[in-house]
């Protein structure tokens, strides 16, 4: 008989192999600092050239990827004020515009001449998340009651689309503003239509739908929920194509991107995670672990943004306030 002392033993032994097994990197190829006490969000441009980074201390920081300069500093508040709320950063396709936004306003900022482009309070609910398609043309943004609102700032054109039951939590929009892909608390995602709210796919889950993204070519949709669905799905269809596989009996996302050719999908997480995973088969290439925020007990840092920096590097922004390169081997 084994003793209840051998058996804890047993597995602690197993946990610690399965622990050092994992194949998680977590010394980046490079680390440049953006933020001096950390961020709030970021996003960084599809063409790799430009991040930008809500901060704890420094506002709204713009950067020259590039060149790993300063571009820009922004704020919501009036001239002198130093507190920064802002919790959301979405940038265009196009890297022409961005939106960013906070529990009860978004502003639209033009990347070329660094101006705002307009202001908006919202009264009714707060935001949860925010989108802009190319050329700043429309703006999404989802909230908190439930509705998500298509904006148009030029024209004044204003869309609710009301097919959610609850709150929303993720959204994202295609590069041309057509098409909207929403996910809440309902246990479902939608894709949808812009110019007329239609339904075009509903994506149903079995827990709160918490994270969603869309491949700027048109072919994928990725959603995640509070549990262990996280699909990839053919637009154009409707179909599943994958669902990622992960030992975790959980797994939350708090950021997702295809890769230009369509064969991967990188995510990230609020525990510290980077991850590659194979488009077609939900398989996990390569984990990472990124350098954890200064200060936190136990050590951790949420990833905001990633994107496919080169064919086989993947650049990171977190709440550490570091933008880290991530290279991987592509697969046959």
Request: aromatic share 10%; hydrophobic share 40%; charged share 20%.
């Amino acid at each position: 008989m084994i003793s209840q002392y051998q058996l804890r033993k047993t597995w602690i032994v197993f946990l610690l192999m399965l622990a050092g097994c994992s194949g998680a990197i977590s010394e980046p190829d490079k680390s440049i600092r953006h933020a001096i006490e950390g961020a709030y969000a970021a996003d960084i441009s599809s063409d790799n050239k430009i991040a930008v980074v809500s901060t704890a201390q420094q506002g709204i920081l713009v950067w020259d990827l590039v060149a790993q300069t300063e571009k820009f500093k922004w704020s919501h508040e009036e001239e002198g004020h130093v507190v920064n709320t802002v919790g959301i950063v979405h940038i265009a396709a196009d890297s022409s515009y961005v939106v960013t936004a906070d529990r009860e306003a978004f502003a639209l900022w033009n990347l070329s001449t660094g101006e705002p482009e307009g202001f908006w309070r919202i009264d009714e609910a707060s935001v949860r998340d925010i989108a802009v398609s190319n050329n700043g043309r429309g703006i999404l943004v989802g909230r908190g009651n439930g509705k998500a609102m298509f904006f148009e700032p030029t024209s004044g054109r204003r869309l609710e689309f009301l097919g959610h039951q609850e709150k929303i939590n993720s959204v994202d929009i295609s590069p041309n503003g057509f098409y909207a892909l929403t996910g809440g608390n309902d246990y479902v995602a939608y894709l949808w239509d812009t110019r007329s709210g239609q339904v075009i796919h509903r994506f149903t889950h079995s827990s709160r739908v918490t994270k969603v993204a869309l491949d700027d070519a048109g072919r994928y949709a990725f959603t995640a929920d509070s549990k262990r669905g996280a699909k990839i799905w053919d637009v154009q269809t409707g179909e599943e194509i994958s669902q990622l596989s992960f030992i975790q009996r959980q797994k939350i996302f708090s950021a997702a991107t295809f890769s230009e050719d369509g064969k991967y999908l990188a995510t990230g997480s609020p525990g510290r995670a980077l991850n590659l995973w194979s488009v077609t088969t939900g398989n996990e290439v390569q984990e990472w672990r990124v350098t954890p925020k200064d200060g936190t007990q136990p050590q951790s840092a949420v990833v905001y943004a990633v994107s496919f920096e080169q064919k086989n590097q993947l650049l990171s922004e977190s709440s550490s306030g570091l933008a880290e390169y991530w290279a991987f081997e592509q697969e046959n």
